[in-house]
């Protein structure tokens, strides 16, 4: 009976011990570490006189900066103004970005005159250096929300694009043959087969888009002023306030991460049939 009961409980602790030890910590402890360590080092750097604190702040300086940027977006002043501008721009940017990279990636998966021409002009287009093209987009559509809405599209989409299109043509043959035999049209087709199974593939184009979109607004607000946090770090750049630079960096990837965050949900919801690739699972 004891060689019963012992037999489950020794199978497992032997499982437990084939499972790398990073993969028993929790993420959240992995994360605090390694951000302790960087603090650390950046703090050892600074005061080792490595690097001079006009060029690096210390991590202190930064926290203080920090701590006030939060009181001033929790005030609702200046800061939480320019905060609203950059989310706005950025939302507005992936959104577009998701309707024409999806758009442009069932063009290119259905069709040959996608796969010839539209796919080469995209890969072009990407390929242009997009500092070059935010002045291009101020001049077209002037310094309001519009031009930074379109530089934000413009560098986010392409993930979107080239997933979509992966995901449409990478569906299993035997399924495909199956839908065919039981007299599919091509709607039916894409509809009940070619579009969940590429689902996975569109939502980690957005994943990288909603990093991405934050990256685009971000520039054009550098090259076409008006509002928006990155106008305040081009600010705090001239004037050499670089704590408060590093502060507004801290902020806009923790606005990054919380978009990704916002995705990933969505995707844990749509695609309810697979895990995300970040969120832990449902029990």
């Known amino acids: 009976m004891s060689t019963t009961r012992t037999a489950p409980a020794a199978a497992g602790r032997a499982l437990d011990a084939r499972v790398p030890a990073l993969e028993r910590i929790p993420g959240w402890v992995l994360i605090t570490i390694s951000l302790a360590a960087l603090v650390g080092i950046w703090q050892l750097v600074v005061s080792a006189g490595l690097v001079s604190e006009f060029v690096l702040p ?12 939060s009181k001033d977006l929790a005030s609702g002043g200046q800061a939480w103004d320019n905060f609203l ?6 939302l507005v940017g992936l959104l577009l970005a998701a ?20 796919q080469p002009l995209m890969i072009a287009l990407y390929a242009a250096p997009k500092v070059a093209l935010a002045p291009l987009f101020v001049t077209w559509f002037g310094f309001g929300l519009t031009p930074k809405v379109v530089m934000a599209a413009t560098i986010a989409f392409f993930p979107v694009m080239v997933d979509t299109a992966a995901g449409l043509a990478g569906v299993d043959e035997d399924q495909d043959k199956l839908f065919l035999v039981t007299k599919a049209n091509r709607v039916q087709r894409f509809w009940k087969l070619k579009l969940p199974t590429a689902l996975p593939f569109i939502f980690a184009g957005l994943k990288s ?19 928006g946090l990155g106008v305040m ?10 704590d408060r630079v590093f502060a507004l960096i801290v902020l806009l990837s923790v606005l990054a991460f919380l978009i990704y965050l916002a995705v990933d949900l969505v995707e844990r919801k749509v695609v ?3 895990a995300s690739g970040f969120l832990p699972a449902e029990s």
């Open 58 to 69: 210390t991590p202190g300086d930064t926290a203080s900066a920090l701590v006030d940027l």
């Open 99 to 118: 309707v024409i990279g999806v758009a442009l990636g069932v063009v290119i998966a259905e069709t040959v005159f996608g796969r010839k021409v539209i």
């Open 209 to 227: 888009a909603a990093v991405l979109s934050i990256i685009g607004a971000i520039v054009a607000e550098f090259m076409g002023g008006g509002e």
């Open 233 to 242: 770090v081009k600010t705090a750049s001239v004037s050499f306030a670089l």
């Open 272 to 274: 309810h049939w697979r």
């Open 85 to 90: 501008v950059t989310v706005q721009e950025t």
